[in-house]
């Protein structure tokens, strides 16, 4: 079986700051891992994933997160906040070659000016 | 691009009333999903299908059926709308089995308001 925990419903940060939205999931299986965002009133796009291979994947918007197996986690960050990072993150695993997904609950991500 | 369209952006129905909510990907996707998205419970899936006609129920398919006729159209019905229906309800497609690298192609959601 395989879940998703997103540690924090709500941050929020400084334009300018560290931004840490963490994710720890547990799999039976080596997992596929995602991070989506969700601008308002949209759909989610994908922002980055995990598949095999270099356990330091960067995305889009100058986005990264790292596979750390040993501590079951996938935590996205980003070096500097900027306002139009507000929205809404998903991380979600999923088994490959299976079509189930599981998404965590969700962080909301306000970046203060 | 991956185009993923949900026609209706926005619905307010009556309770006990038939709805239908379609959703087309223009991408040759066999798999194709229906979610339901509320506040602080994530995405849940609804039903899922991996061809025409075949369909999969998810984790909350209760008074939900779909429709997959075409490979690129797949529908979720609500046989009679009840208020615990409100909700934000996303579409989305993705390759399979070896090929799929994973990703879903979302559209971009259907608020449905059930009074």
């Known amino acids: 079986a395989q879940s ?3 540690l924090g419903s709500h ?4 334009e300018g700051a560290l931004v840490l939205l963490r994710c720890n999931y547990s799999s039976s299986v080596p997992p596929y891992l995602f991070w989506y965002v ?10 980055l994933k995990y598949t095999t291979g270099a356990t330091l994947v960067k995305g889009i918007n100058g986005f990264e997160a790292e596979f750390k ?3 079951t986690s996938f935590h996205l960050t980003k070096p500097s906040a900027h306002m139009s990072d507000a929205a809404e993150y998903f991380c979600a695993v999923s088994a490959p070659g299976t079509y189930k997904y599981i998404f965590g609950t969700g962080t909301r991500l306000k970046v203060l000016a | 691009d991956v185009k993923v369209t ?3 952006r926005y619905l307010v129905k009556r309770t006990g009333e038939k709805v239908f909510l379609e959703c087309v990907q223009d991408m040759d996707h066999e798999n194709m999903f229906w979610y339901r998205q509320d506040p602080g419970l994530g995405l849940r899936l609804i039903y899922f299908s991996y061809d025409v006609k075949m369909k999969e129920k998810g984790d909350i398919p209760e008074g939900y059926s779909v429709s ?3 490979k690129e159209r797949f529908s979720l019905i609500l046989e009679s709308a009840s208020t615990n229906q409100t909700s934000m309800y996303l579409c989305a497609s993705t390759l399979p089995g070896q090929k ?7 559209g971009e959601g259907s608020r449905l308001t059930v009074l």
Not at chain 1, 38 to 47: A, H, K, M, S
Not at chain 2, 100 to 106: D, S
Request: proline fraction near 3%; charged fraction near 20%; glycine fraction near 6%.
């Open chain 2, 100 to 106: 799929n690298t994973g990703e879903l192609f979302f």
């Open chain 1, 11 to 14: 941050v929020s940060v400084s």
């Open chain 2, 68 to 70: 997959r006729e075409k």
């Open chain 1, 38 to 47: 969700q601008y308002p009133n949209q759909g989610l796009q994908l922002l």
């Open chain 1, 4 to 6: 998703v925990t997103q």
């Open chain 2, 6 to 8: 949900q026609s209706s």
């Open chain 1, 69 to 71: 197996k040993s501590e």
